[in-house]
């Protein structure tokens, strides 16, 4: 038995510091993430998950300027965007994705800029990668409690309003209805979305916290129905996956070719991917003729949803499922 | 700022905003706007991955928005969209991290991959660039009607003859090939906004589609110059003249649309 | 057969413009079509009523050739799925269109002239001149160079109707083109088709759940309910004991002021829903039947699902699964 886990595991991995703190770090990151993703799947807002994140690459570069936390950074710029994207506020998907992407373009210039600074000013050479790729294994200690603050904060949005939120993703004319404040769900999602994302910026950097988003909150979609086990489903696979991801790159300290180990971010990102894959490949097809009750509601039956769709084969663009 | 060096600049500049313009429109129309981003950003792994076997850069981009165009083509039939591009975007950035913690001079590269280095630019790479502009000008051109049949009412262009997919997928080939010979120019992370800002300010000036192509070009020319002459003067990335630029245009043109909707009197019911 | 571009008075009379016959479509494991047959003759006008998910959308896909059938054959002025193509114009039921668009009326109306074309567009007199002479005949003239995101509902069937006519056509398909409209908006579109229609010898097969609208002008009917299809004029048609054969349960008819309504039920204040829905109708219901518009809400408000259902029944997508407690997935997969 010990000739298996020293096959999976390299020596020194549980002895080592920075291992057990990347593995705090990076659970608590995958499952605020993976939590909040389900609801970012839900409503169809995986691009404005990964315009966040690349916003925050923006508070990054600006704290290595002003000298404070890149969390702190990343957490900033990453509220403030939330809060310009909603304020732009537009329904429409269409008109939606494209505002979200003009604030992530005007957003990274500004990163553009204030990384120029950093390379120019300052002496953090690395600032780029490490904000762009992450820093799971060269992270502080004095970081843990504001990674768990930010965490709880974001954890506390989605548990408080999970009905609401449930609801008005599903269909927002109908939580209004029922006096839910739309807008300010809405607002409070897409906060613990920019939460969410500036923990796993932090971890596996800016540019690849969308896999943390999206990815897990896909596969448990894919596994079942219900909201909330896919919230809880989202997070364990987040954690499975980031934890795994850990010891592969702990691992690959001995690889070929630098040596000097394959980065944590790719085995989380290629994980998440390749179960994203396998869910689209094994999971069922959207479930077809269960019980009467649907049909009692005029639903075309057991034609998949897609009904209006199929005469226009791929939706062009984003705007597919959601419409809202 | 026009010295000969600097020629090159401009000329590309130029090159780069005419296509963005013209590829743009159909973005908007089509509301691809994520996919449009995530096809160059998934490049910059192909342009890692050339660097580091050796192969010209601009074969590395090609390969890799090819492949990450269809990809997110496929996928995005069998499941939701906007989640296959964001996972087939990622997957492709972790490859790209991967590359780049292969080699070991990155800072400076990856910096220039992702906003931009259009003052380095050589006179060698011109032509592929060029010839890769007309390819997809020409391309666009010729799909004009289908497309944007396609676009606005796809049921109809189906009962004619025009299948939905496959005009999406010929449409995300064309962005492949546009941004994977821009991204050189104005960085993997901000040729999105030199192709959503002109044209989103476009719509708002004219009701008509073919003026409203002309005008993005225009438009995303402008802004090109305005951004490499700003460059040139401050010596600050393009990328940044670019992206504040974008979302300038298109904060004028929702200005505008709200400025001459107040003015114009109300409709008459139908 | 040859197709000539004559009027109708120089057509075979006998020649059916759209001819179904055993016609069964299986999608998803479920029969939509059963052994569906009827006939169009020229210039005829013929209306297809059924509820939601009664096989409408299928059957209008099948003669468009996106579709395949499982069985039966289905052939416009006797040709084949293949040579279909510039036989048949098709109306949808709504396009997405935002108001920031660049497309005026009179482009989208041009696009259904040259839009399966690809090459440069060579601006011509001559497709100016049609496009306005198509824009008159649907009186959108008006609004030719409007924004088509700006429209009404209204204004923009209009617009599409004239799209799809332009290329002249000789079927036309309309896709529940009344389900957004109000009741004076879709009385004009039908008086406006009618019209339209008749002057070009174009046959009109128009979706619907609800068939007083169509009264007026329709010169037949097509009933689809539980798969299987029942045709004729509305007299043959639309009478109890057809009906009742069709839903497979009791169903009554009643005229009312000229108005026509198909009411399921024992009568005792109990609601039972034919097959799925439109036609279902409880004495105690709020709606009143005399207006003669659709008495789909009349259901009771129970679960999340039937309350989506009814409040999403404005935008016209199916209802989501009411199966309460989990993720309604009307929407196609979350992932």
């Keep these: 038995m010990t000739w298996l886990l020293h096959l999976l595991f390299a020596p020194g991995f549980f002895s080592s510091a920075p291992v057990r703190l990347a593995l705090l770090t990076g659970g608590v990151a995958a499952l605020v993430s993976g939590a909040v993703g389900a609801f970012t799947v839900l409503r169809g807002q995986s691009y404005a998950g990964h315009a966040l994140a690349d916003i925050s690459v923006t508070g990054g570069s600006g704290s290595y300027l002003l000298g404070i936390s890149p969390l702190l950074g990343f957490a900033g710029t990453g509220v403030l965007a939330a809060g310009v994207m909603d304020m732009i506020g537009i329904r429409r998907p269409r008109g939606r994705d494209l505002a979200t992407g003009i604030v992530r373009g005007a957003g990274l210039g500004i990163a553009a800029l204030l990384l120029y600074w950093d390379t120019t000013h300052t002496a953090a050479a690395g600032a780029a990668v490490t904000i762009l790729f992450g820093s799971m294994f060269t992270l502080s200690p004095t970081v843990v409690p504001l990674v768990i603050a930010c965490g709880a904060v974001a954890l506390a949005i989605v548990v408080v309003l999970y009905r609401p939120l449930l609801l008005s993703s599903v269909s927002a004319d109908l939580a209004a209805a029922r006096g839910i404040r739309v807008r300010a769900v809405g607002l409070a999602c897409l906060l613990a979305i920019a939460l969410a994302v500036s923990l796993s910026a932090l971890t596996v950097g800016t540019i690849l916290s969308t896999a943390l988003l999206v990815g897990p909150a896909a596969i448990a979609l894919r596994i079942t129905r219900r909201p909330g086990l896919a919230t809880v489903t989202a997070a364990l696979i987040g954690v499975a996956v980031t934890w795994v991801g850990i010891v592969?790159?702990?691992?690959?300290?001995?690889?070929?070719?630098?040596?000097?180990?394959?980065?944590?971010?790719?085995?989380?990102?290629?994980?998440?991917?390749?179960?994203?894959?396998?869910?689209?490949?094994?999971?069922?097809?959207p479930d077809r003729g269960r019980g009467s009750a649907r049909r009692a509601a005029g639903r075309p039956g057991g034609q998949s949803a897609r009904e209006p769709a199929p005469l226009a084969a791929a939706t062009p663009g984003t705007s597919a499922p959601a419409g809202r | 700022m026009f010295q000969p060096f600097m020629m090159n600049?401009?000329?590309?500049?130029?090159?780069?905003?005419?296509?963005?313009?013209?590829?743009?429109?159909?973005?908007?129309?089509?509301?691809?706007?994520?996919?449009?981003?995530?096809?160059?950003?998934?490049?910059?792994?192909?342009?890692?991955?050339?660097?580091?076997?050796?192969?010209?850069?601009?074969?590395?981009?090609?390969?890799?928005?090819?492949?990450?165009?269809?990809?997110i083509g496929w996928l995005g039939r069998r499941g939701r969209h906007d989640v296959a591009t964001a996972l087939t975007l990622v997957l492709m950035l972790g490859l790209g991290a991967l590359f780049l913690s292969f080699t070991t001079q990155y800072s400076s590269e990856i910096f220039a991959l992702l906003f931009g280095e259009i003052l380095g630019i050589s006179s060698s790479e011109i032509l592929p660039i060029a010839a890769g502009a007309v390819v997809c000008i020409v391309a666009i051109m010729a799909m004009y009607?289908?497309?944007?049949?396609?676009?606005?009412?796809?049921?109809?262009?189906?009962?004619?003859?025009?299948?939905?997919?496959?005009?999406?997928?010929?449409?995300?080939?064309?962005?492949?090939?546009?941004?994977?010979?821009?991204?050189?120019?104005?960085?993997?992370?901000?040729?999105f906004s030199l192709m959503i800002g002109p044209p989103a300010a476009a719509r708002s000036l004219t009701s008509s589609p073919l003026r409203a192509m002309a005008l993005s070009v225009v438009i995303a020319v402008a802004l090109a110059w305005v951004s490499v002459a700003a460059s040139y003067q401050t010596n600050w990335p393009v990328g940044f003249f670019v992206g504040v630029g974008g979302a300038v245009c298109y904060a004028g043109g929702r200005g505008w649309s709200a400025w001459s909707a107040a003015r114009r009197p109300a409709a008459a019911p139908a | 057969m040859t197709m000539t571009s004559a009027t109708?008075?120089?057509?075979?009379?006998?020649?059916?413009?759209?001819?179904?016959?055993?016609?069964?479509?299986?999608?998803?494991?479920?029969?939509?079509?059963?052994?569906?047959?009827?006939?169009?003759g020229a210039g005829e006008f013929v209306g297809l009523i059924?509820?939601?998910?009664?096989?409408?959308?299928?059957?209008?896909?099948?003669?468009?050739?996106?579709?395949?059938?499982?069985?039966?054959?289905?052939?416009?002025?006797?040709?084949?799925?293949?040579?279909?193509?510039?036989?048949?114009?098709?109306?949808?039921?709504?396009?997405?269109?935002?108001?920031?668009?660049?497309?005026?009326?009179?482009?989208?109306?041009?696009?259904?002239?040259?839009?399966?074309?690809?090459?440069?567009?060579?601006?011509?007199?001559?497709?100016?001149?049609?496009?306005?002479?198509?824009l008159r005949a649907v009186d959108a003239e008006r609004f030719a160079d409007e924004r088509v995101g700006n429209l009404s509902g209204g204004e923009q069937q209009r617009v599409m109707i004239a799209h799809a006519l332009i290329s002249s056509p000789r079927l036309l398909l309309?896709?529940?083109?009344?389900?957004?409209?109000?009741?004076?908006?879709?009385?004009?579109?039908?008086?406006?088709?009618?019209?339209?229609?008749?002057?070009?010898?174009?046959?009109?097969?128009?979706?619907?759940?609800?068939?007083?609208?169509?009264?007026?002008?329709?010169?037949?009917?097509?009933?689809?309910?539980g798969g299987r299809a029942a045709s004729g004029t509305t007299a043959e048609v639309v009478r109890s004991e057809v009906l009742s054969e069709l839903y497979g349960h009791h169903v009554d008819v009643i005229r009312v002021h000229g108005r026509i309504l198909v009411v399921a039920g024992t009568g005792d204040g109990l609601d039972i829903p034919a097959e799925s829905?439109?036609?279902?109708?409880s004495p105690t219901s709020g709606q009143?039947?005399?207006?003669?518009?659709?008495?789909?809400?009349?259901?009771?408000?129970?679960?999340?699902?039937?309350?989506?259902?009814h409040g999403q029944s404005l935008s016209h997508e199916p209802p989501p699964e009411p199966v309460p407690g989990a993720l309604p997935g009307a929407q196609g997969d979350p992932s």
Excluded at chain 1, 267 to 273: D, G, K, N, P, Y
Excluded at chain 2, 145 to 163: F, H, T
Excluded at chain 3, 80 to 103: E, F, S
Aim: one cysteine or more; a neutral charge.
């Design chain 3, 50 to 134: 059924g509820s939601n998910g009664a096989g409408k959308t299928t059957l209008l896909k099948v003669i468009l050739g996106l579709v395949a059938p499982t069985a039966g054959t289905v052939s416009v002025c006797g040709q084949p799925r293949a040579a279909r193509k510039g036989l048949v114009g098709y109306v949808p039921q709504k396009i997405q269109l935002d108001p920031d668009m660049p497309v005026r009326a009179r482009d989208l109306v041009g696009l259904g002239l040259d839009g399966h074309r690809f090459g440069l567009p060579l601006p011509g007199r001559g497709k100016r001149q049609q496009v306005d002479e198509m």
């Design chain 3, 174 to 225: 309309l896709d529940e083109p009344l389900a957004n409209l109000d009741l004076r908006s879709a009385q004009e579109i039908i008086a406006l088709l009618a019209r339209v229609c008749a002057q070009r010898g174009v046959s009109v097969l128009i979706s619907a759940h609800e068939m007083n609208p169509l009264l007026p002008v329709m010169d037949s009917v097509v009933y689809l309910a």
């Design chain 3, 8 to 40: 109708p008075a120089v057509l075979d009379r006998a020649a059916d413009v759209l001819a179904v016959d055993g016609l069964s479509v299986r999608l998803g494991g479920r029969d939509v079509l059963r052994d569906v047959g009827f006939r169009i």
């Design chain 2, 145 to 191: 009607r289908p497309l944007l049949l396609s676009s606005l009412a796809p049921e109809s262009g189906a009962a004619r003859g025009v299948k939905a997919s496959r005009m999406e997928l010929l449409f995300l080939l064309v962005v492949a090939v546009a941004t994977s010979m821009t991204l050189p120019v104005v960085g993997a992370l901000l040729i």
């Design chain 2, 9 to 71: 600049a401009w000329v590309v500049a130029t090159i780069v905003a005419v296509v963005a313009g013209v590829v743009g429109f159909f973005v908007v129309m089509r509301g691809s706007a994520f996919v449009a981003d995530a096809v160059p950003q998934g490049a910059f792994a192909g342009a890692a991955g050339a660097s580091l076997i050796g192969v010209s850069t601009l074969v590395g981009l090609g390969v890799f928005a090819l492949a990450g165009a269809l990809v």
């Design chain 3, 277 to 281: 829905g439109a036609a279902a109708c």
């Design chain 3, 288 to 309: 009143s039947p005399a207006a003669g518009e659709s008495v789909a809400s009349g259901y009771p408000l129970g679960e999340l699902g039937e309350q989506v259902g």
């Design chain 1, 248 to 285: 592969l790159a702990y691992d690959s300290f001995t690889w070929p070719p630098q040596h000097d180990g394959w980065p944590v971010s790719f085995f989380v990102v290629a994980l998440t991917f390749t179960g994203y894959l396998l869910a689209q490949l094994t999971g069922r097809r």
